[in-house]
């Protein structure tokens, strides 16, 4: 199991309370039947089927090597991954092309999130392909989330007013709950913000700082070497971690 996005989806959106449950109980019995090997690649994610299903998993992040593209910039602008909007005006952050493939995206000198999930596969994509990363600080970014400037869909697990009717069929725990809901516990385990796993990203504290930022980013030669090192060495644990889960099970 690839537990990537909320494990109980389609259901959180659709409020199927019963099929949930039905989910959830399924996944934990196969594991507990040994039926079951769980991968969760982010730590939210991770955190969240062990307290929902009940289902411990390992986590190993995803790579998205398969952009066979590799940071190559050739271009003075930063591109934008989100609404371009929310920034002041400068002509050295632009909005995303509405087309483009990858080797067009990694001229652009960094890419700029404005982000709307703690985990997408295009940011692993940029970081693999060794691309400078902006992200809202994580203060921030909670503060834009609750003041609504920042859209935020991870925590759509719950509509609160319709809790109550799941909690009264007594198996689903009081916990998740909370922890669905709660702002504190995605942004905190927002991949971004996980120097174990993504080293050496950059931060903006405002759509302001942001602009001064990238107008005097200048990242050494020493900087870049150090940053695409940590990528590699990344790389290299990813695959042990797949190796050390997989072996046991081909050599039977």
């Given at each position: 199991?690839?537990?990537s996005?909320?494990?109980?989806?389609?259901y959180?959106?659709?409020?199927?309370?019963?099929?949930?449950?039905?989910?959830?109980?399924?996944?934990?019995r196969?594991q507990r039947k040994?039926?079951?090997?769980?991968?969760?690649?982010?730590?939210?994610?991770?955190e969240?089927?062990?307290?929902?299903?009940?289902?411990?998993?390992?986590?190993?992040?995803?790579?998205?090597?398969y952009?066979?593209?590799?940071?190559?910039?050739?271009r003075?602008?930063?591109?934008?991954?989100?609404?371009?909007?929310?920034?002041?005006?400068?002509?050295?952050l632009?909005?995303?092309?509405?087309?483009?493939?990858w080797?067009?995206?990694?001229?652009?000198k960094?890419?700029?999130?404005?982000?709307?999930?703690?985990s997408?596969?295009?940011?692993f994509?940029?970081?693999?392909a060794?691309?400078?990363?902006?992200f809202?600080?994580?203060?921030?970014?909670?503060?834009?989330?609750?003041?609504?400037?920042?859209?935020?869909?991870?925590?759509?697990?719950?509509?609160?007013?319709e809790y109550?009717?799941?909690?009264?069929?007594?198996k689903?725990?009081d916990?998740i709950?909370?922890?669905?809901?709660s702002?504190?516990f995605?942004?905190?385990?927002?991949?971004?913000?996980?120097?174990?796993?993504?080293?050496?990203?950059?931060?903006?504290?405002?759509?302001?700082?942001?602009?001064?930022k990238?107008?005097?980013f200048?990242?050494s030669?020493?900087?870049?070497?150090?940053r695409?090192?940590?990528?590699?060495?990344r790389?290299?644990?990813?695959?042990?971690?797949?190796?050390?889960?997989?072996?046991?099970?081909?050599?039977?």
């Open positions: 199991m690839i537990n996005c909320r494990y109980e989806q389609p959180s959106f659709t409020q199927n309370f019963a099929n949930w449950q039905w989910v959830e109980e399924g996944l934990e196969m040994g039926q079951l090997i769980a991968v969760s690649n982010n730590k939210a994610d991770q969240y089927l062990l307290a929902g299903a009940r289902v411990t998993s390992v986590h190993i992040p995803s790579l998205c090597l952009t066979n593209s590799t940071y190559a910039p050739n003075r602008e930063f591109v934008c991954f989100g609404d371009r909007s929310f920034f002041p005006p400068s002509d050295l632009v909005s995303k092309p509405k087309r483009y493939d080797s067009q995206l990694y001229q652009y960094g890419i700029v999130h404005v982000p709307y999930e703690i997408t596969m295009s940011i994509e940029q970081y693999s060794g691309c400078p990363l902006w809202p600080s994580r203060k921030f970014f909670k503060e834009c989330v609750r003041n609504g400037s920042m859209f935020f869909q991870t925590p759509y697990a719950f509509l609160e007013r109550h009717k799941f909690r009264g069929k007594g689903y725990p916990h709950q909370r922890i669905a809901t702002i504190d995605w942004i905190d385990r927002a991949d971004f913000y996980d120097d174990s796993n993504m080293r050496g990203v950059f931060y903006y504290d405002s759509p302001a700082d942001l602009i001064q990238i107008t005097w200048r990242e030669p020493e900087q870049l070497r150090a695409l090192a940590w990528i590699q060495t790389k290299e644990q990813v695959y042990q971690a797949w190796k050390e889960l997989l072996d046991p099970l081909v050599r039977g």
